[in-house]
């Protein structure tokens, strides 16, 4: 997944690995935010690291939001043929990836210097069958 810099990773709800097992309940602060959601991962960031480009599983719901906490960071999109689009991640701030975004375009979080360290709460839902 390319998360290199984490410190830090606690998932929540259905895993992504092959067992795509309950690994726990997702704590009600967070299941408030987007309650459709049944696999939520807190990533902890080392200052001035990023995340190489990927594409999240399709093992996942169309649609992913991400809610970036402490310094801010730029997300950058990229897809062959197109130039890139990149998107700053405020403190506090949610991204909602979904349709093309989602499905066609990679992302990444590039590294870049600050003066302090970054949290990223990933939502998504597995659909579990």
Aim: hydrophobic content about 35%; cysteine-free; glycine content about 10%.
């Amino acid at each position: 997944d390319g998360g290199k810099g984490r410190s830090k990773i606690l998932r929540y709800g259905h895993d992504y690995d092959q067992s795509h097992r309950w690994l726990r309940d997702i704590p009600a602060e967070l299941q408030s935010i987007w309650p459709k959601s049944n696999a939520v991962t807190v990533n902890v960031y080392l200052s001035g690291t990023g995340i190489l480009p990927h594409y999240d599983s399709r093992d996942f719901g169309d649609e992913i939001r991400i809610l970036s906490l402490g310094e801010p960071a730029t997300m950058e999109f990229t897809r062959q043929g197109y130039p890139s689009v990149q998107v700053l991640l405020s403190h506090r701030s949610m991204l909602f990836m979904q349709g093309e975004a989602r499905q066609l375009w990679r992302h990444g979080v590039l590294n870049e210097k600050r003066s302090g360290d970054r949290m990223s709460v990933v939502f998504r839902t597995f659909h579990v069958g």
